[in-house]
Structure formats: C-alpha cells, structure tokens
C-alpha cells in the first residue's frame, strides 16, 4: 500500500496499532478462558490440585506477560 498523504499514514499507523491491540485483548481473553475452564474441571473433580497448579502455572505466566 503506497500512502499519499500524511493523513493517510496516520490512519494506516492507527489501523496497524489497533489491530495489534485486538490481537493481544484475543490473546488475553482465550488465556482467562482456558484457566476459567480448568478452574471449572478441578471444581468438578476432573482435575487433581496438583494437575490443575501444573496446567494453570503457564498460562498464568502468558497472561501476566501480555498484560505487562
């Protein structure tokens, strides 16, 4: 895309940024879902504590990164 004016290029910079920033909220979303999800299978009694800590510990650590 070839940008003829300065407006042009704002907009498209703004475009890009916001698309980055929906991906991370996409991101940050499918992350609390997922630890909702084994949340909800460990309170069911599907998942021992211990599993549960062991699946919940990298998510956890995603989702603190993204949000920082």
Not at 7 to 34: C, D, P, R, V
Not at 38 to 64: A, D, F, I, W, Y
């Amino acid at each position: 895309m070839i940008e003829t004016t300065i407006s042009e290029h704002i907009f498209n910079q703004g475009l890009a940024q916001g698309k980055a920033e929906g991906k991370q909220e996409g991101k940050m979303e499918g992350l609390e879902q997922q630890i909702a999800l084994l949340k909800t299978l460990h309170e069911e009694g599907v998942l021992s504590k211990s599993r549960l800590k062991k699946l919940l510990l990298p998510l956890e650590t995603q989702l603190l990164v993204l949000k920082h």
